[in-house]
């Protein structure tokens, strides 16, 4: 193999780990968000109580 095809090689392979990060952030990001909303309804019905 030459230096171009390592290079390409190591390329591809940081930009699929950064696609798998992006990824999860994006889902731990929406669990977030339904947690947070369902916090946010737990306290309004304690306060209208």
Same mark, same amino acid.
């Given at each position: 193999?030459?230096?171009?095809?390592? &290079?390409?090689?190591?390329?591809?392979?940081?930009?699929?780990?950064?696609? &798998?990060?992006?990824m999860l952030?994006?889902?731990?990001?929406?669990?977030?968000?339904?947690?947070?909303?369902? &916090?946010?309804?737990?306290?309004?019905?304690?306060?209208?109580?």
């Amino acid at each position: 193999m030459n230096v171009t095809q390592e &290079i390409v090689k190591y390329v591809l392979e940081q930009a699929s780990g950064v696609v &798998i990060a992006l990824m999860l952030i994006w889902r731990i990001e929406t669990k977030l968000d339904g947690l947070t909303s369902a &916090i946010m309804h737990l306290s309004d019905a304690k306060a209208s109580k």
